[in-house]
């Protein structure tokens, strides 16, 4: 969902525990996030509440996406 609506052919994979650094200096928006995979852009996803959190920045997370065919 994220690789696509940032314009990405496909999502290559998902990061954890802040693989690209912690975002100290900004807000956590999303928390809880489920999707299904159909959904046009992440806010389409069931969350907590934007805004609505019960982590702190070691826990975020990240994605990895690509234009080529991971499986190519």
Do not use: M, W, Y
């Amino acid at each position: 969902v994220v690789c696509r609506q940032l314009g990405f052919a496909h999502a290559e994979r998902a990061t954890k525990r802040a693989e690209f650094g912690q975002g100290h200096a900004l807000p956590i928006l999303l928390d809880d996030v489920r999707c299904a995979g159909t959904e046009r852009n992440l806010l389409e996803c069931t969350h907590a509440g934007l805004g609505t959190h019960n982590c702190e920045h070691q826990e975020d997370a990240g994605v990895v996406c690509s234009h080529e065919d991971p499986d190519l």
